[in-house]
């Protein structure tokens, strides 16, 4: 219980529920805020077809997916188009990659052989584990999330492949309705963004009523601090938060998104998973020196309840 008095910010949306009933099982409040949703669009619709055929034309060596709802697009694209079995054929017949445990579950359920799960789940772990192997006039696909990263592709094409990207989906500061099927047809227990909940987040922020701020990608953190400057209130929030209140980075990623805001990251796990972030914010509290490192943090006691919002 050793956040217990202690209200804890969500700001992710896909697995929202789940973070929260991490934060009650360790005693804290969680106050569930989303800053940030999926939104399918035609521009990445039209990447996805693209990719579908260049897979099935048996244009690619290496197939790298980043996320499960991209495995899900992929799959769906090609099941529309008629070819749902030569993709998984031919991608069986590749090296496939897949960022984490989740999109490597979302394409063995489809059928799919995946070749690699780097135990640094970041583009650059990606790229540490590809740049081991025989990439030299190899051709590489690659399904990415709603913000791609350039050094994966970067650090390939310097081993000589040919890399063809494609992103799934947009992030967006509202979940539409084309992201909200796919998380619910993936069995996600998510929470839906919504601009006014975000906007009181930050109030409740200036406010001092919330204790520690956590983010689990780095549009989560984008969004909040975008929408904190359109109101006029970034560099008050930036101000408050370094000084006020304990910020948790889920990984370096997200941590670098961050820190561009020049907010400073207290806690960020060595495993970069929901269940070790937040035992990483409960170990952080078994020491007394915290309680001298942040403003609102030296007047919260053990045991007093917080003033969170659900």
Same mark, same amino acid.
């Given at each position: ?8 910010? %969500?700001?992710? &949306? ?9 934060? &009650? ?12 949703? %999926? ?24 197939? #790298? ?8 697009? /992929? ?19 590749? &090296?496939?990659?897949?960022? &984490?445990?989740?999109?490597? @579950? ?23 584990? !590809?740049? @081991?192997?025989?990439?030299?006039? +190899?051709?590489?696909?690659? /399904? ?7 050094? /994966? ?43 006014? +909940? ?13 204790? %520690? ?13 975008? !929408? ?16 006020? #209140? ?21 806690? !960020? ?23 001298? @490192? +942040? ?8 045991? @007093? ?6």
């Amino acid at each position: 219980m050793r956040l217990k008095g202690l209200t804890v910010a %969500i700001t992710g &949306s896909r697995r929202a529920s789940e973070l929260a009933h991490l934060v &009650s099982n360790f005693g804290g409040v969680p106050y569930v805020a989303p800053t940030v949703g %999926i939104d399918v669009q035609e521009d990445v619709d039209l990447q996805v077809d693209g990719l579908v055929r260049r897979i099935v034309s048996g244009e690619c060596d290496y197939a #790298v997916f980043m996320t499960g709802p991209g495995v899900y697009l /992929l799959m769906s694209k090609a099941e529309k188009l008629g070819v749902q079995r030569e993709v998984v054929d031919r991608l069986n017949r590749l &090296s496939v990659v897949a960022r &984490s445990h989740k999109p490597q @579950k979302v394409l063995e359920q489809n059928g799919v052989r995946v070749s690699l799960v780097p135990s640094d789940n970041t583009a650059g772990g990606i790229a540490a584990e !590809m740049v @081991k192997l025989d990439l030299q006039g +190899k051709r590489v696909a690659i /399904l990415w999330h709603g913000a791609p990263a350039v050094i /994966l592709r970067q650090d390939l094409e310097r081993r000589g492949a040919e890399v063809f990207e494609a992103q799934a989906y947009h992030y967006s500061s509202e979940l539409e309705k084309s992201g909200a099927e796919v998380l619910r047809a993936l069995g996600f227990q998510y929470v839906s963004p919504e601009y006014q +909940k975000v906007l009181q987040l930050i109030r409740d922020l200036l406010q001092g009523t919330i204790h %520690i701020l956590t983010f689990t990608s780095p549009p989560s953190a984008r969004n909040l601090f975008r !929408m904190a400057e359109e109101h006029g209130l970034h560099e008050d929030l930036c101000r408050h938060v370094n000084a006020n #209140v304990l910020v948790v980075a889920v990984g370096p990623p997200t941590r670098r998104s961050i820190e561009e805001h020049g907010v400073s990251v207290d806690v !960020m796990p060595e495993i970069y998973k929901l269940g070790p972030m937040v035992r990483a914010i409960a170990d952080y509290f078994a020491h007394p020196l915290p309680f001298q @490192k +942040k403003g609102v943090l030296a007047g919260i006691q053990p045991g @007093k309840e917080g003033d969170g919002r659900g």
